[in-house]
């Protein structure tokens, strides 16, 4: 198996490193799926092509733009800074081992983690993968490769912490 670089992004206070403000986008737009109106506020995780992955009260993940693959299509959005956060960056290296066990140092109390990367794996028979046609595509598998972006840490521990994978990680 060879591996590829994943990438955990946390917004944490799980140890001290660069800090800045969460920022919540006030959204207007229109759901992609069903045209239905949106109109509230969310967690900006990241930038995503020309718009922002972002985050639901209750825990969705939506792409927010005007491109083709958006669930939820801008009309309006401005941002308000939120409570102070610290981002956390670490390496960290799996060498066929559990997925769960390799990162559950990232997993502390009060911290918003979020995983993004590729890894090697063997196979998938045991995981039943999340799929949500209305939310952004967090986990995807090809072969023997998972793709995580902005994966939540819990949702990543609970469909593949049993899974044994190879590659290299840095926290953010």
Do not use: W
Not at 96 to 117: H, K, L, R, Y
């Amino acid at each position: 198996m060879t591996g590829k670089d994943i990438k955990q992004f946390a917004y944490t206070t799980c140890k001290r490193s660069r800090p800045h403000s969460v920022e919540n986008a006030n959204i207007k737009g229109v759901r992609t799926s069903d045209r239905s109106k949106v109109n509230g506020q969310y967690l900006i995780i990241q930038v995503q092509g020309t718009g922002f992955l972002v985050q639901s009260d209750d825990g969705r993940i939506y792409k927010a733009s005007t491109e083709p693959d958006a669930q939820i299509f801008l009309e309006e959005i401005t941002a308000d800074v939120g409570r102070p956060a610290i981002t956390n960056i670490e390496a960290l290296t799996l060498e066929d081992e559990p997925i769960g066990s390799a990162i559950a140092q990232f997993n502390c109390t009060g911290a918003m983690v979020f995983i993004s990367g590729q890894l090697s794996v063997e196979d998938l028979e045991t995981s039943v993968l999340p799929r949500d046609p209305y939310q952004f595509p967090v986990i995807k598998v090809t072969d023997n490769t998972v793709t995580l972006e902005a994966a939540p840490l819990s949702i990543v521990q609970k469909t593949l912490g049993e899974e044994f994978a190879t590659g290299h990680t840095n926290s953010v």
